[in-house]
């Protein structure tokens, strides 16, 4: 009988572990939001999605457009699947996640082919390609089908715009750099308003060719993940040295 006992108790044990390491840790929304901008950002950070990063950032409007269609997904997606979560067969969860994404990404690209057509034949196979997106996967796999949708809302914004930033960052550099120019061809995205946004910023003399080829995508985004890289040891270092500043005065 005592035996028994110790056998229900260490089981007992073992089902709450495992209860709580299927659980995650509760924060703020105002963190989850901004986790995913800056602190945990999937360009930069976790370096996934490098495949349309580096071939639609050619110049700001495309890597926009791609920026929003994105956003839209992984909204939409992650909402939807943490409401849908516990009816979900653990056995079955990826298909049915790849199953909806598909879904949503047809629904956004044929109303991108009907509305914004040159904008759809500068991205191309890209904007279907959001499909296998990593992100979107990551998001629902490791967030999404573990949070409320509010939370899970909050996580995909700040990744959707993380993500967005990194794209229309490193294609305005590199239109910048290799066309001298910055929203060409913004009234493809913004209607006749986007005429206004062109403008020319360096001549054509003084441009580099190699910034719009996938060599130039490289070293650009290199460069970002340095200054991302610079700027989290710099004030984790400055928090250290605080730290040690006080325990001297001690």
Known sequence: ?????????????????SKEA???PKEGLVKVFFKGIWSNNPGLCQLLGLCPLLAVTTSAVSALGLALATL???????????IIRK?????????????FIATLVTVVRFYCQAYFVELYAQLGIYLSLIVTNCIIM??????????NPLYSFA??????????LVLFVLGSIREILGQGTLF??????FGEFGKALECHIIGADYTLMVAILP????????????FKNFQTNYKRNRVKNSYMIDSKRV
């Not at 990551?138 to 949070?147: F, I, K, L, M």
């Not at 996580?155 to 967005?164: E, V």
């Open 22 to 24: 299927t659980t995650l």
């Open 87 to 99: 009816i979900i067969l653990k056995e079955v969860r990826i298909p049915i996640y790849v199953l």
């Open 138 to 147: 990551g998001r629902a796999e490791a967030y999404a089908s573990r949070n």
């Open 184 to 189: 060409a061809g913004a009234q493809n995205l």
């Open 1 to 17: 009988m005592a035996e028994k006992e110790n056998l229900t108790k260490i089981e007992g044990v073992k089902k709450e572990s």
């Open 155 to 164: 996580d995909a914004l700040g990744c959707g715009i993380g993500f967005g």
């Open 72 to 82: 839209l997904v992984i909204c939409v997606s992650s909402v939807v699947i943490s």
């Open 215 to 226: 060599p130039g995508g490289f070293f650009v985004l290199a460069f970002m993940i340095a």
